[in-house]
């Protein structure tokens, strides 16, 4: 599904070149769970960031599901990143005034889907994340993990291809990200969705991977 081919990115900061990832070889299949570790600053987000279409190869290639990405304009690259890869930041990004329910409906409305079809496709978003009975709590009444799986659930609800987490635990204590590594894992036996997860934590990508 996901194939890079000699893939590299580089940022000129100031006087210097910075390599940020240097000649990447990497293929993904459909429905593999992929866990990318390393330290802060090796290129993790870098890397994911040209995965989900956010940011372009210095050089190389980028094949998504048999398509050269250098090939597609904005327009496509941008109906791709809304229709087709679902992202799940540290930072869970809610909208604190709305609902869980409203929150994961988000992504509908702004593809324009009837209203029936974006009431059965948030219950199905819901069910699959286990957060049914808070759909109708706003943020606040939620806790960290609860959080993290309605932003879970807001991507899940475009049925995208893949999934691009970005240390999605980060921001919770040592309990709840066990919780919530079981939570992913079952997620993704539910959905089979490729997921792609980034990680400093060692333990978390041998886990999850």
Known sequence: MIQLKNLSREFQVGNQVVHALDAIDLAISEGEYVSIMGVSGCGKTTLLNILGLLDT???????LSGINTSEMNDDEMANIRSTKIGFIFQSFHLIPRLTAAENVEIPMILA???QKMRAEKVAKALARVNLTDRSDHRPEQLSGGQRQRVAMGRAIVREPQAFLFDEPLSNLDAKLRV???TEIKKIHQRVGTTVIYVTHDQVEAMTLA
């Open 179 to 181: 919780q919530m590594r």
């Open 57 to 63: 190869p210095s050089s190389g290639d980028y094949i």
């Open 112 to 114: 324009g889907h009837s």
